[in-house]
C-alpha cells in the first residue's frame, strides 16, 4: 500500500523583507512548511508500522526539485513532482486538481496525508478540495492515525472538542500543526536523498483544460505600523506608561 | 442568483455571520442542521432560518455535510455562502467549494463593499501582510473568523421553514466526541492583555505573571510554543494566527519575539508596551514603549510596585 504525502514549497518567510509595504519575495530561498514537515513525519511514521511505501507529490516552480530533497531525506521514498513555472499563479482550486490527478495516476493508495494549512497562504482548502475530486471521505486536524486492514482510525483536535473517528480507506487526512516532531536527517540520509527515485512531469503530460483564476488578488501590503518605540528606562517609567493607556491598579 | 447563505455548527458563530451578511446587500437565508436551539436563535434575530433535520447526517462527516449543503445551495441559489473560519467551517469550506464550483477565502477578517464587488480582508504570508481579495465566480464561498462581527440584538420578524435533502452512505464513522477541557477565557474580548513568550524562563514565574494581571485588570495570554511546547497554559490563550485575534486598549508583551504569526493577533492593540532582555529585540518595533530587562528581575520589581 502506498501513503501519498503532499508538500508544499513556500518561500521562507522568516526571511521575508518589506519594502514600501510590498512584501519582497524575489531571492528568498524556498523551504517547507513546518505543517506539512508534521504530514511527512505521520506518513514515514505509518510506512514504519505497516511497511507501506510512502511517496512525496508536490507542484511547483523550477526551484522544487531541490526544495523537495529535504522531504526525501526524511524518510520519503520517492517523489513524483510536477515542475512549472506557471504553478506560482493557480490558486488552490487549480492546484487541487492537478493533484487529484497525480494522485489518481498511482494505484493501491491508503491514506493521502495533507497539512491543515500550507506555510504562507494557510487557506486550507487544497486538502478538502482533493478529497472532494477523489470522492474519498477525510478528517482534518488529526492528532494521531492508526490503521486497521481497510479503515483508518483517526482522533481530530477540533475547536470544542476531540473527536475519533474511522474512515474506511482509501481516505485523506489532513493533519494538525504540529502533532509530531518531524524527524531531522542525517547527511548520509541527505546525500542519498538524492538518488532516490522521482518522476518528473509537466502541465502538459496532465490532461486538465486550465480554468479562470477563481480569486483575484486587489492588494497585498503590509499594515502600516506606527508605534511610537519610545525606549523607557525603568519599571516605573513603565507603569506610567500603563496608567496613562488607562490601566487601573485594583 | 442572489442572497446569502449563512451556517455554523457554533450558533454564537452563526449569528457574527448574520453581521457579516448584512455587508453584501442581499436578502439573506440561515442554515441549521439538527439544531432546534440554534434555528430559533437565528429567527430571533430576524433570518429567515432553514431547518435540515436529518438523523443520517453526522457533523463529524465533512464530506456528507457538504453534499447536503451543496444541495441546499441548489435550492437557495445564493450568490454567497458565508461559514465561520473556525476548525469544522475551513476543513468544510473547501470540500463545499469544490462541490459547487466556487471560489474561496478563508479567515477573512472583513468584508468590504468597493466598486460593487465584495473584497474579503485577510491576513496572507503567515500575517506578514494584509490581502485585499475577490472571488470572481457565480457563487462565492467566505469563512469568516470568529469575533470579527458582533452578535446582533435579537429583533424578530424571522421565520423558521424545512428544508430537506439526501444523505449518501457515508464511508466515515464517529466513534466518540470528548469535550476539550477549558478554563473558559475569552482571550480576544479582554481589555488589557499581558502576553508571555519563551523569554519567561520557568513555570515559577508564571505565578508573578497571573498576580500582575490580576492587579492591572488583565487577561494573561501567550505565543504558542507556551501553550503547545511547553504547555505552562491552555491553547485558548494562544495569540496569533493560530489562536486569538486581540484588539485590547493595552497589551503588556513579556519575553515575546514578536514574530508575524504572533504580532497578527495583537498589532490591533492601543498601546502595546513590551518588556525583552536583549536591546535589539525585534518586538520593540511593534511595541509604543519598551523596556530592556531581564524578566527575572523585571516581573518581582512590577508586581511589588504595582
Ligand atoms: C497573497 C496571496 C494570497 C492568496 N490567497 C489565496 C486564496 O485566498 N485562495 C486561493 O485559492 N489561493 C490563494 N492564493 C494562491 C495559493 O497560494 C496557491 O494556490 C496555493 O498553492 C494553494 O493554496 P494554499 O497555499 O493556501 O494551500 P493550503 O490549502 O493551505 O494547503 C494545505 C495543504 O495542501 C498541500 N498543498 C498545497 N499546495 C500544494 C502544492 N503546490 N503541492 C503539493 N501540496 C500542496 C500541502 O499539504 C498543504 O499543507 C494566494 C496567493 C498569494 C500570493
Ligand atoms: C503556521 C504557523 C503558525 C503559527 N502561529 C502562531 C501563533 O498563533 N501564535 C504564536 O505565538 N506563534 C505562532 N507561530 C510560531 C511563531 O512563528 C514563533 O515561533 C513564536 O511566536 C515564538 O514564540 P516566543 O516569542 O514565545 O519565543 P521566542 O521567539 O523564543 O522569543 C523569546 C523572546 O524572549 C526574549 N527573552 C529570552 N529570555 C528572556 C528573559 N530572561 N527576560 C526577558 N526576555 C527574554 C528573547 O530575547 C526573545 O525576544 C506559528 C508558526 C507557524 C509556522
Redesign the interface.
Known amino acids: 500500500m502506498k501513503c501519498i504525502v503532499a508538500l508544499k514549497q513556500i518561500p521562507d518567510l522568516q526571511q521575508l523583507r518589506i519594502r514600501n509595504r510590498e512584501p519582497v519575495l524575489n531571492d528568498i530561498p524556498y523551504t517547507l512548511g513546518a505543517i506539512d514537515k508534521n504530514a511527512l513525519e505521520l506518513g514515514v511514521q505509518l510506512k514504519e508500522e505497516l511497511d507501506w511505501e510512502v511517496v512525496v507529490i508536490s507542484a511547483g516552480n523550477e526551484e522544487l526539485e531541490d526544495t523537495i530533497k529535504e522531504a526525501l531525506a526524511g524518510g520519503a521514498d520517492n517523489s513524483f513532482l510536477l515542475i512549472d513555472n506557471q504553478i506560482d499563479q493557480m490558486d488552490s482550486a487549480e492546484i487541487a486538481s492537478l493533484l487529484a490527478e497525480m494522485i489518481r495516476r498511482s494505484e493501491d493508495i491508503g491514506l493521502a496525508i495533507f497539512g491543515e494549512g500550507s506555510g504562507d497562504n494557510y487557506t486550507g482548502q487544497v486538502g478538502s478540495r482533493v478529497a472532494e475530486i477523489l470522492g474519498w471521505p477525510q478528517a482534518g486536524y488529526a492528532t494521531s492515525v492508526s490503521v486497521d486492514g481497510s479503515t483508518a482510525k483517526v482522533t481530530r483536535a477540533l475547536d470544542d472538542c476531540i473527536e475519533e473517528v474511522e474512515l474506511d480507506l482509501p481516505a485523506v487526512i489532513i493533519v494538525s500543526a504540529g502533532l509530531n516532531t518531524p524527524r531531522i536527517p542525517s547527511v548520509m540520509q541527505i546525500l542519498k536523498a538524492g538518488k532516490l527515485p522521482k518522476e518528473i512531469i509537466t502541465l502538459d503530460d496532465l490532461s486538465l483544460v486550465s480554468s479562470a483564476n477563481q480569486i483575484e488578488t486587489v492588494s497585498n501590503l503590509a499594515p502600516i505600523a506606527e508605534r511610537k518605540q519610545i525606549k523607557i528606562g525603568s519599571v516605573d517609567e513603565l507603569l506610567n506608561c500603563l496608567e496613562s493607556a488607562g490601566v487601573e491598579r485594583r | 442568483m442572489l442572497g446569502v447563505l449563512v451556517w455554523s455548527v457554533?450558533t454564537k458563530l452563526a449569528c457574527e455571520l448574520l453581521s457579516a451578511a448584512r455587508e453584501i446587500d442581499q436578502e439573506v437565508f440561515a442554515l441549521a442542521i439538527n439544531d432546534d436551539a440554534q434555528a430559533e436563535s437565528l429567527a430571533q434575530k430576524g433570518a429567515q432560518v432553514f431547518r435540515l433535520n436529518n438523523q443520517s447526517l453526522e457533523i463529524?462527516?465533512?464530506?456528507s455535510i457538504?453534499h447536503a449543503i451543496s444541495q441546499v445551495v441548489n435550492q437557495l441559489n445564493p450568490e454567497y455562502i458565508l461559514l465561520s473560519s473556525?476548525?469544522?467551517g475551513?476543513?468544510?469550506?473547501?470540500?463545499l467549494?469544490?462541490?459547487i464550483n466556487?471560489?474561496?477565502?478563508?479567515?477573512v477578517r472583513a468584508l468590504v463593499s468597493?466598486d460593487g464587488q465584495i473584497?474579503c480582508v485577510r491576513n496572507?504570508?503567515?500575517g506578514?501582510?494584509?490581502?485585499?481579495?475577490?472571488?470572481?465566480?457565480q457563487q462565492k464561498l467566505i469563512a469568516i473568523s470568529a469575533n470579527c462581527y458582533e452578535v446582533p440584538s435579537d429583533q424578530g420578524g424571522g421565520q423558521v421553514q424545512d428544508i430537506s435533502v439526501k444523505v449518501e452512505d457515508?464511508?466515515?464513522?464517529?466513534?466518540?466526541?470528548?469535550?476539550?477541557p477549558?478554563e473558559g477565557v475569552d482571550i480576544s474580548s479582554a481589555e488589557?492583555v499581558v502576553a508571555v513568550g519563551q523569554g519567561l524562563e520557568n513555570e515559577e514565574l508564571l505565578e508573578t505573571v497571573n498576580k500582575i494581571a490580576?492587579?492591572?485588570?488583565?487577561i494573561v495570554g501567550c505565543t504558542k510554543p507556551i501553550a503547545?511546547d511547553r504547555k505552562w497554559l491552555g491553547e485558548e490563550r494562544i495569540i496569533g494566527?493560530?489562536g486569538a485575534t486581540c484588539k485590547p486598549?493595552?497589551a503588556?508583551l513579556l519575553g515575546t519575539s514578536g514574530q508575524?504569526q504572533f504580532s497578527v493577533g495583537i498589532?490591533d492593540a492601543?498601546?502595546?508596551?513590551a518588556?525583552d532582555k536583549d536591546d535589539q529585540a525585534n518586538v520593540?518595533?511593534?511595541?509604543?514603549?519598551?523596556?530592556?530587562?531581564d524578566l527575572n528581575d523585571?516581573l518581582p520589581?512590577?508586581s511589588t510596585?504595582?
Do not use: M, P, W
Not at chain 2, 490580576?214 to 488583565?218: D, F, S, T, Y
Not at chain 2, 492601543?270 to 508596551?273: E, K, N, S
Open positions: 457554533q463529524a462527516n465533512t464530506a457538504a473556525n476548525r469544522r475551513k476543513e468544510l469550506a473547501g470540500r467549494a469544490q462541490i466556487a471560489g474561496c477565502l478563508s479567515d468597493s473584497e496572507a504570508l503567515g506578514a501582510t494584509i490581502a485585499h481579495q475577490v472571488i470572481k465566480t457515508s464511508k466515515l464513522r464517529l466513534l466518540s466526541t470528548q469535550g476539550k477549558s488589557v490580576n492587579q492591572i485588570g488583565g503547545t494566527l493560530s486598549n493595552v503588556l508575524v498589532r492601543d498601546t502595546i508596551v518588556v520593540f518595533t511593534l511595541a509604543d514603549y519598551y523596556l530592556v530587562a523585571f520589581k512590577l510596585s504595582l
